[in-house]
DNA sequence: CAATGCAATCTTGTATACAATATAGCGCAC
DNA sequence: GTGCGCTATATTGTATACAAGATTGCATTG
C-alpha cells in the first residue's frame, strides 16, 4: 500500500482510538496522499498504527459511514471511487445545503471568523506557492467547512462535512482543471459578501461557486461525446 | 431493558450481521418501541441476537452514525436523546431538502411510484384504525423516503433517511399535537401535485408540509417561557 | 503458450479471553 | 437518616485465537 512511512503516525501521549485513525485516514485520503481505489489491509493499518485489527476495524467502518472508503465483505476495504453520477448529486446536494450556510454566516459572523477565514485563504495561498496542492485542497474545503461552522447549524454542518471529503475523492478522478480547485478570488468575494453581512450576495456567491465547481466535473462528461462519434466511425466498416 | 421478548428476531435462513440487527433497531426506534435514553447493553443484545458483542458493537456504531444512537465511552450506547436544538435542526434540514425532491419526484414519478405511494397511506390509515401509532409512524417516514427514491438522488436520498430516523426520536420526546404525525391531507395533496407533474406546487407542498411539522415542535417551547414565569414567582418569597 | 486444478497462504469475519472502567451494594461513622 | 469508603460485580474496551473465504503460485494438461 501507498501509505508510506513519512505518514506513519506519531506515538504521542493522546492514545491511538478508532478515531484518531479514522481522522488520520480521512486527512491523508483529503489531501491526494493515498489514490481512490487503494486498498486499506487491516493488518497493514493495524502494524502502523500499533493497535489491533479491532480499532483498525471501528476506524474503517467510520470511513466507510463517511463513504470515502468503500468496505466489500471479504474482500477488504478501499478508498472509495466515487461514480461520475455519485460526483453529480454529491455537488448538487452541495449547491443546496451551502448557499443556505453562506447566508447564515453572513447574519452571524463575528470580525474573528472573518479574520480567520482570511487566514485560510492566506494558508492555502502560502501551499500553493510552496507546490504543496494536497494541502492546499485541504485548506480549500476547511474554507466551506469554516462557513458552515460560522452558520450555527450542526446538522447541516456534518452533512456538509461528509460531502467535502466526498469532493476530494471526486476532485482525485474528474478535476481536468489547471487552474487552483477554487479560485481565491471566489472565496475573497465569499468573505466580503459574509463580512458586509450580505446574506442575499453571499447566498449567490456560494451558488455560483459550487455550479463553477460541478460544471468543471462535467466537463470529463465530453469524452463521452466523442466515443459516441468514434462508434459513429466504427459503424460503417462494422 | 425494555425490549420484549415478542420483538426477538425470527432465526431465518439470513445470517445475522451488524446491518440486519442495526436494521431491526432502527425500525424498533422509528416505531417508538424503544423511548429516547433506553441503555442498549451489548451483552443484553448479543444475547437476544445469538452472536457475539463484536457484531453487536458493529451494529451499535452503525446506529451511532445515524446518530439515533448515542455512544458513551466506558458507558455504553444508549437511544439518542435530540436536544430541542438539534429538534430544529433537523427539521430546518429536511425543510431545505425534502421539496428538492418532491419537486425532482413531479418530473420523474411514474405511475407505478403513484400507486406505491397512495398504497402508503391507506396502510398508514389502517394502522391508525387499529391503533397501531407505531406502525402509522414508520409509514408515515416511509412516504417521505419513497418521495426521495423517486427523485432518483441517492445522496440526497440518504441525507433524508437519516433526518427522518431522527425526526422519529424528535418526535418520541417533543411531539404533543392530537392529531396523528403526518395528516393525509397533506400526503394525499402532494401526491397529487406529483402525479401531476407540478413540481413548483410539490415543493410548496412538502415545504408548508414540513413547515407545519416543524411548527408542531415549536409548541413544545411555550413551556420554557412557563418555567421562566415560575422562576419568578418563587423570586419574591425566596 | 494458455487454461485448469489444486494446495498453500493471506486476509477478513467472528468469537472469546483478558484488561480497564464503571456501577452497585454493604458496612461504618456521624 | 445521610454520607463516605471499600469491595464485589457488571460492563465496556481491546487483543488474540480460530473459522471462513479469497487470492496467489505452481504443476499439469491440451
Redesign the interface.
Known sequence: MALSASKKPQKADAPITKDTIANALSHAIHQHWIAPGTKLGEDELSDIYGVSRTIV??AL??LA?QQIVEIRRNRGAFIAKPSLT?AH??F??RE??EP?TARSAARLATPQDIDLLEGHIAQEHDALKAGNHGRALFLSGQFHLEVARIAQ????AD?IKV?IARSSLIIALYWRRESALCESQAHHALIKAIADQDGDHAEDLMKSHLVDLHSALNLREQPAVQHDLRDLLLKPSG
Open positions: 476495524r471501528a467502518q467510520t459511514h455519485e448529486e454529491v448538487e446536494a443546496l445545503l443556505r447549524q450542526q446538522t447541516i452533512m460531502l
